[in-house]
């Protein structure tokens, strides 16, 4: 649990330290707003010279202190760590003069930054949230918002917030009124970066659960643990409309396994089922012995 944990950590750590080099070299220097509060501070250092670590800093202190009294410690405390390890070290690289590395559009082809600082944020979004953290700034105030109001489209919130960003990049970014390129950019980004993120939340442990009503429980489970190695779990059962007693099976399978699991069900008369979705399955079956019977 402690090695869990310090992973947790380095691992909030280390997308700090990538998304502060994403900023420097994709965003910043292609005059766009990046999502949420971060994008506010990114307008405001375009137009005055403010650093985005000081704003940075100056909105997130506040909003992890909320936090921490109102919403979640752990989340508050690793949420601050992400904020400090971003903001100190996108101010180091502001500082250092590593001009060289950056990618400058210089206003043509724009859409490749935004699509790779997108991807790249979406992986730190992902990985964040998986870690019971946030970028800070606008991934805060949502989950405040979701504490305090239940009820509310966690959702719904952040797409209003990156809204308000996208309309304001629009007055701080063009030339002309009618240039809507900066709020182009900035929903591509957020776009990206959503989607790459909820990519990431969804896991890579995706799989199938199988809900199976029949009269031959003993036949299928019996072919599931020969062709597919897998178990089942069967609950007896009365069907309401014929008061006939029934078994439910439900199996777990991978994707490759899909077809197969199909193939079985379609053999046997007096059954039906259907299956989920499901984006991540836990626990840990390997030391769970079958039992023999005397």
Partial sequence: MKNKRIFSYLSVITVAVLLAFNYHIFIVTNNFAPAGLNGIATMIQYKTGFSISYMSLLINIPLCTLVFFLVKKSFAVKTLIFSLVYSFLYLFLQNVGLDSIQYNAKGHDTIYPV???????GVVYGICFKN??????TDIVSRYINKVRPETNFFVVTFTLNAIVAIISLFVYSENAMDYKPV???I???FISTFVGNQILKGTKTAYKFTVITTHPDEIVAEISDVLHHGATKINAIGTYTNAEKSVLLCVVNKHQLADFQTIIAKYDNTFSFYEIINETYGNFKHIKKQTKY
């Fill in 184 to 186: 182009a950019l900035c």
């Fill in 115 to 121: 699509i790779i600082s997108g991807v790249i944020s």
């Fill in 132 to 137: 019971n953290a946030s970028t800070g700034g």
């Fill in 188 to 190: 591509t980004y957020c």
